[in-house]
């Protein structure tokens, strides 16, 4: 995909992200699933070696979205790539669903982890970037998705330590730095800045960028893939519930619900987006 391509691609999963929480008194991830929206367009769109019809196929890219209670994004990019039917969106969290709340690998095809109880992410994707070194698979990397407020988690420091001694330049850590967690902003609650200081002092290269800017994105993916000998984490900074003017930065929407209006509100402001985007392949 072209940079236009990922930018609408970004905004199509912010509105079916919107669609699936709905107005019927649902609670869903907003703020985190909107922030992460173009890092994960970029990903699928331009960057991950994948077959949707064929999810465990063995030259594929690894994906870990360690920040799973946000996993809405994830199925809206998953079912634009053709892994499921869009049709199943709208079953999200329902009884029997194959799409819940939390990512489950053994339900929804593409998935390749359980996470959502955060800090274990980046302990999968370290075990998964150090297999494919053993198995001689070096075309292949792994991308792991996380939080800022999931750095508060201790197991994402011994996981950050085991990747820098197992020398796992196929493996890199995004952060989705959106500066809140579920209660507020993160330096009223859990400050876990410096972040770029942190990463350098457990011996990751470091790459910080505008994490809505996909130019950037795909730039920082490039130099994270030149990076030898060690990983390379991308600290992105972001907006919580970017492009939905009422839920940035809004911890409401961190896990909400949404009146008839606000959803109202929120498809139309999406949809002007899309509208511009779509008009950008016709000039």
Known sequence: MNTNEIKLLAEKIRRDTVQMIGCKGQAGHLGGSCSSAEIVAALFGDRLRFRPEDPKWEGRDKFIYSKGHAAIAQYAVMAEMG???REELWKVKALGSMLQGHPD??????IEA??????QGLSIAAGMALAMK???RYENKVYCVMGDGEMAEGQVWEAAMAAVNFKLDNLT???????MQATGFIDERFNTNPL??????????????DGHDVDAILASYDEAAGIKGKPAV?????VKGKGISFAEKQAAFHNGTLTKEQYDSALAEIDEKIAALSQGFKD
């Open 83 to 85: 892994y499921f039917p």
């Open 105 to 110: 690998r053994l339900r929804t095809p593409g």
């Open 114 to 119: 359980g996470t959502g109880s955060l800090g």
């Open 134 to 136: 053993l198995d001689k």
């Open 173 to 179: 850590g995004i952060i989705d730095r959106n500066g």
């Open 196 to 209: 770029a200081d942190k990463w350098r002092g457990f011996g990751w290269h470091v790459i910080e960028i």
């Open 234 to 238: 991308i600290i992105a900074n972001t």
